[in-house]
């Protein structure tokens, strides 16, 4: 969406020679910026004549953002700015610069274009409203909850005068310094169009974590680096098919978080001013899970979606923090076979099974020898969950015997158990 904003009103005045009123004309010239970094390439800058509010005329900044207009005539004139280049450099740090800029404790400064980047609302005033509102922005960036824009629009500009009136002497150029844009909501202009705006955060992985197909796990994300941080916005990826998660958790106080979909949004905010000096090691947050049945892998993988990052105490971004993700294995010896009752047993007894995903399952009863004396089941196909079974032994002799299980599936797992028959 474009955005248009007025700069301060310059006067082109006429000069005296001999006595004589002579309209002189000039060039006006200067460069629009981000931020006062890079140069907004393909920017359309109106000149407008302030008593008729007509455009006199019009160019395009270059591809280092430099823009003139060659005949400019006496009056008073204002520039107009619009771009249609994408915005973007949103995310948690713009927030906090103005939680921090809002908190009497700090009372970070904010220039003429940060200030008029973080009235997302358009109220001519920033409060922790616009800070909120640019947290939900971020977060629908990412997809969480609906996309919306600004109020305001995409883009702001500024031109930052020390004073509005030009003096044009002779010929000599105008040039017009200071003119500068910022994407909505940008406020500490950390957006760069050609480069991802997020640095990338580095996966460490952890300690190797072995659980039971059956089991609670607890999985601990850990900040691998020493930094200071003040914010963070992490989308985690993970497998709903594989994990129901239960609860998050962080020693930290402020943290918000939400489960959507494949997708673990956290968010949280040092409001306080204080920084968090994370060490190495340092524990962020804990995943509360449990596996659900059916899953077919015998690994659980977490990761990263782009746009999350971790702000310092200052609103900036910091280019490239390690998060220590353990790498978690679901052993093999899972459970299959559970109690068998009555053992001993005389006439039927019922054994416990624990399917951990869908496949098919044998089960035979072997005399001491390892000879087969009885086939249960073979290759019966079963669905993921727990399951009881009637064996008849009716038909054995007393005696020790074993029972074996072989379930086939995404991997195959072998179990027996000893089953005594006494009359």
Same mark, same amino acid.
């Given at each position: 969406?474009?955005?248009?904003t007025?700069?301060?009103?310059f ?27 890079w ?23 270059? *591809?280092?953002?430099?823009y ?8 008073? @004139? ?11 450099? #949103? ?29 997302v609302?358009g109220?001519?005033?920033?409060? =922790? ?7 939900? &922005?971020?977060a629908?960036? #990412? ?11 995409d883009?702001? =500009? ?8 030009? &003096? +044009?002497t002779?010929?000599?150029?105008? #040039? ?10 940008? %406020?500490? !202009?950390? @957006?760069?169009?050609?480069q ?5 955060i580095?996966?460490? /992985? !952890? ?7 059956q089991?609670? #796990? ?19 990826n ?14 930290h ?6 489960? $959507?979909?494949?997708?673990? &949004? ?28 059916g ?10 979606d782009?746009? *999350?990052?971790i ?25 299959l076979?559970?109690?068998? =009752?009555?053992? /001993?047993? *005389?006439?039927?007894?019922? $054994? *416990?099974?624990?399917?951990? =995903?869908?496949?098919g ?9 390892g000879v087969?004396?009885?086939? +249960?089941?073979?290759?019966h196909?079963?669905?993921?969950? &727990?399951?009881? %079974? ?10 020790m ?7 086939? !599936?995404?991997? +195959? ?9 006494k009359?």
């Amino acid at each position: 969406m474009r955005k248009f904003t007025l700069i301060p009103v310059f006067s082109l005045l006429m000069l005296f020679s001999t006595g004589m009123l002579i309209a002189q004309t000039t060039i006006v010239k200067g460069t629009i910026e981000y931020h006062d970094d890079w140069g907004i390439s393909d920017a359309r800058l109106y000149l407008i004549d302030v008593n008729t509010n007509a455009i006199i005329d019009s160019t395009i900044a270059d *591809s280092l953002g430099n823009y003139v207009f060659d005949t400019v005539t006496q009056g008073a @004139y204002v520039v107009v700015s619009e771009t249609d280049l994408t915005s973007g450099g #949103v995310d948690l740090a713009d927030a906090l610069r103005i939680i921090y800029h809002l908190s009497p404790g700090v009372n970070l400064p904010l220039d003429s274009l940060e200030y008029l980047a973080a009235d997302v609302n358009g109220d001519d005033t920033v409060t =922790f409203v616009d800070a909120y509102t640019i947290l939900m &922005y971020w977060a629908s960036q #990412v997809g969480y909850g609906n996309k919306f824009n600004f109020t305001v629009g995409d883009w702001v =500009f500024d031109a930052g005068f020390d004073k509005d009136t030009f &003096y +044009i002497t002779q010929t000599n150029d105008t #040039v017009i310094y200071g003119i500068s844009g910022s994407s909505t909501g940008d %406020v500490n !202009g950390s @957006y760069t169009p050609e480069q991802n705006p997020s640095p990338d955060i580095i996966i460490s /992985p !952890g300690q190797l974590m072995r659980i039971s197909a059956q089991g609670i #796990v607890d999985i601990p994300l850990r900040f691998d680096c020493p930094m200071m941080a003040g914010a963070a916005g992490l989308i985690f990826n993970y497998s709903p098919q594989i994990l129901e998660i239960h609860d998050i958790t962080s020693p930290h106080q402020g943290l918000f978080h939400e489960v $959507v979909g494949d997708k673990i &949004y956290v968010i949280w905010f040092n409001e306080n001013g204080t920084p968090l000096l994370a060490s190495s090691a340092e524990l962020f947050i804990t995943i509360h899970a449990k596996l659900k049945p059916g899953f077919t892998r015998r690994s659980i993988n977490i990761g990263i979606d782009p746009g *999350s990052h971790i702000v310092d105490p200052y609103g900036k971004l910091i280019n490239k923090p390690v998060i220590r993700i353990p790498v978690i294995e679901i052993e093999d010896n899972d459970p299959l076979l559970g109690n068998v =009752f009555p053992n /001993p047993a *005389s006439s039927d007894c019922q $054994v *416990s099974l624990a399917i951990p =995903f869908a496949g098919g399952l044998s089960m035979g009863i072997y005399d001491m020898r390892g000879v087969l004396v009885k086939t +249960i089941m073979d290759q019966h196909h079963m669905e993921a969950g &727990y399951n009881d %079974v009637t064996i008849s032994v009716d038909d054995l002799e007393e005696g020790m015997y074993m029972l074996k299980a072989t379930f086939k !599936g995404d991997i +195959i797992i072998e179990q027996n158990t000893k089953l005594l028959i006494k009359r």
